[in-house]
């Protein structure tokens, strides 16, 4: 049986001086594989829920629920990986594919539609 994997950005941190981040475009049909989803509930709790709330509503940091009808995967990995405002930057603490599986699971992963 076929696997679906994610298909979203993939984070790469550069090896340069200036220690940029790149985020590469993805497909435009988002598709995530829910074992990478369940993957980023978990992260979204231990990293994001003190901020953004357990469901993503938004407590000191905005409705998370929402940020995905802004903006687009790269650009959603693009706010995760540098920080935006009063968010910090996580493309240090956490890894490519915690970022990758956070976002997936901020895009997808609610019981119901942001409100």
Not at 93 to 112: K, M
């Amino acid at each position: 049986m076929c696997r679906r994997w994610i298909v979203v950005a993939v984070v790469v941190a550069t090896a340069s001086c200036s220690g940029s981040i790149d985020v590469f475009t993805p497909p435009p049909d988002e598709t995530y594989d829910p074992a990478i989803v369940a993957a980023g509930k978990d992260i979204h709790l231990r990293t994001c829920a003190t901020c953004h709330g357990r469901e993503g509503g938004g407590r000191a940091g905005p409705n998370v629920r929402q940020v995905w009808e802004r903006l687009n995967p790269a650009e959603h990995l693009d706010v995760v990986v540098a920080g935006r405002e009063k968010m910090p930057a996580f493309g240090r603490s956490l890894s490519e594919e915690d970022i990758a599986a956070v976002v997936a699971y901020q895009r997808f992963g609610w019981s119901d539609p942001p409100s």
